[in-house]
């Protein structure tokens, strides 16, 4: 079963960090929700950290990074997958996915099964795509997607060519499940 249409101004899932004030690391940009390539999966992704790694060289250590998805259409999280970052070492992180339903799915700490145990992030420009139990995964420094002539706007809209999103980065957080799931 593939994730319900959103309504009218919702999005079908919502995102959050639960995160240390003022943390570059933890300052949600964007979340997608599509369908993959191949058919039956959805891919979900998670940006954060809107100029990393100049504000931010890893993902916080004491976040839980988390995407929350309503399948009924009551405003309540029946899924939601959390991802826990361990503490930079000598340039290197690991990550814990989780996945929860139910009452664990409406819990703010990370709970429910591990999907993901201790994968390795990717701050290189290849990504380290994890996999396990048909779930894919990947998490590291991207490249961010986001377009924005600045110049343009402040001058009536007039396209300049200037992207001042061409030099910047995200942290993504990339999810790939079978549809069901979703």
Known sequence: MA??????????GSARATRPAASA???LTDL??????EAGRTVLIMNVNPFAPTQ?????????????IDTDGDDIADLAYSFVFSAPADGRQTV???RATGAEARDHAPGGQAVITDGAVAFGAEPNV????GTR????????PFFADLDGIVDEFRWTGNDFGADKN?????????GGQP
């Open 170 to 178: 995200v942290f993504g957080i990339v999810l790939e499940v079978p």
């Open 25 to 27: 690391p933890g300052d």
């Open 96 to 98: 814990t996915v989780r």
């Open 130 to 133: 994890l996999e396990s139990g």
């Open 56 to 68: 931010g060289a890893a993902f916080h250590p004491d976040a839980v990074y988390r995407i929350n």
């Open 3 to 12: 994730p319900p249409e959103p309504r009218h101004g919702e999005l079908s």
């Open 32 to 37: 997608f929700v599509f369908p993959a390539a």
């Open 137 to 144: 995964f990947s998490a590291g420094l991207r490249s961010d």
